[in-house]
């Protein structure tokens, strides 16, 4: 099968479009012939092997598993002999071991079917995103019907998510981006959308701020909560010995000290969260928002657009 390997850590030049093996899949296994598959920041941090830290999980001097990409949707190849939830010609989505390839193995509970409404380039567009904007809301945040909630990087991956489950949530949502992303966040359903380059959030009140671009210091985002209000850390690229791990870490160890609760994200999902997810999509709830597609030779470029922060919402390889 075709499929993006590396061998190596580094830039996009280590990404070969090339020949490999099709996995053989365990008993408690599927395997996806992949229609879609989508970018997301951890596919720049596992291709380039920083934070170093992700080195401990993933291989010390090479990658482990050559081939990138996780968020995938497609139609059921094969399944082990104890899967008997799905069977061959089963369209599904959820998180693979190695999606940027025709086909790919996961474990059975990482799958749920598609539902109808949603392309296979739409269904690839959920999972690791809006995995961690639900959790973030829901599980860190505590977010509550009426809350002002401020999403900053309202127009990334995460983001597009955030603005939108906020709404469903009954948040009262206000996102800020650049400029460039100023309409397309209106667009998600944000009830005000903040221009970074010319407004100055802290002016403003919120119960609830998720950071997603995660640049500025706590204690300048914290200006902008209210006075029993919620911080969650979502995201930040800070060096590349522990990376956005730093911002978690301040979080928590400040967290006891101060009035506000403040809160760090290492956000797992399973196949529960995939299930609401899933079901809000299907119910045109919430709609993944798919910038740009790529073919699967097309990777390289479709990594370098992402990690730009040029992508309004998702990036998605067509396979
Ligand atoms: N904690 C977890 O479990 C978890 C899970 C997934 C991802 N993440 C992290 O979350 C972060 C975002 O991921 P993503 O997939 O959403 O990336 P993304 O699609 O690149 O989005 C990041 C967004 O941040 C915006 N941004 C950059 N500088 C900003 C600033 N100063 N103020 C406000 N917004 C700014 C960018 O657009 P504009 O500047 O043009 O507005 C961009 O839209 C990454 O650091 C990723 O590693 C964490």
Not at 238 to 253: E, M, P, Y
Request: charged fraction near 20%; aromatic fraction near 6%; proline fraction near 4%.
């Amino acid at each position: 099968m075709k499929a993006i390997v590396q061998h190596t850590y580094g830039g996009t030049d280590v990404l070969e479009f090339t020949e490999a093996p099709v996995a053989r899949i365990k008993p408690d296994e599927v395997l996806v012939q992949v229609r879609a598959a989508a970018v997301d920041a951890g596919v720049w941090h596992l291709m380039t092997g920083t934070p170093y830290l992700l080195r401990l999980g993933f291989g010390l001097t090479r990658p482990r598993k050559p081939i990138r990409g996780m968020d995938a949707a497609g139609t059921v190849a094969a399944v082990g002999a104890n899967v008997t939830t799905f069977e061959p010609g089963d369209d599904v989505f959820g998180t693979c071991d190695g999606a940027f390839a025709e086909y790919a193995p996961t474990h059975h509970t990482k799958l749920i079917r598609k539902p109808q409404n949603l392309t296979f380039e739409q269904a690839a567009a959920i999972p690791i995103s809006a995995f961690t904007a639900l959790a973030a809301l829901r599980d860190k945040g505590e977010i509550k019907a009426r809350q002002r909630v401020l999403v900053i990087g309202a127009g990334g991956g995460v983001g597009s998510y955030a603005v939108q489950l906020a709404k469903v949530f009954g948040a009262d949502v206000t996102g800020l981006c650049s400029t460039s992303k100023v309409e397309f966040v209106r667009g998600l359903g944000a009830d005000e959308v903040l221009d970074y380059t010319k407004d100055d959030f802290t002016r403003d009140e919120f119960d609830l701020i998720l950071d997603i671009a995660g640049n500025r210091p706590i204690n300048h985002v914290r200006t902008a909560l209210s006075a029993r209000g919620t911080l969650v850390i979502v995201g930040g690229e800070r060096g590349k010995v522990i990376g956005g791990t730093s911002g978690l870490l301040k979080a928590t160890l400040l967290n006891p000290f101060v009035k506000h609760t403040l809160r760090g994200l290492i956000s797992l999902g399973n196949k529960e969260d995939l299930a609401v997810l899933g079901e809000l999509a299907g119910a045109g709830k919430i709609t993944p928002a798919v910038d740009r597609t790529y073919p699967l030779s097309e990777v390289p470029e479709a990594i370098t657009y992402v990690q730009a922060g040029r992508a309004r919402g998702k990036v998605v390889i067509t396979v």
